[in-house]
């Protein structure tokens, strides 16, 4: 009967050594993604700003065009 219950603690240590690996490499896989995620969001911010400070160099160029056929 001891023989028994230690096959079947055994087992069940096994199988929770396994499903922590499991959720450990999930945790990693989460973890690259999310990393890959950030780097993306980093990349279009910084285009958004470069965008922006185009827009706002084109316009006062534009406002200075306007401000200079006004003289």
Known sequence: MAS???TVTVGMTKDIVEVCHQLMQERDTL???N???VQA???V???R???RDWA?????ERD???EALRK
């Open 31 to 33: 973890e690259t993604h």
């Open 56 to 60: 706002r160099r084109m316009m006062k």
């Open 4 to 6: 028994n219950k230690m």
């Open 35 to 37: 990393d890959l995620l």
């Open 41 to 43: 969001i980093d990349a």
């Open 64 to 66: 200075e065009a306007r």
């Open 45 to 47: 911010t910084a285009e």
């Open 49 to 51: 700003d470069e965008a």
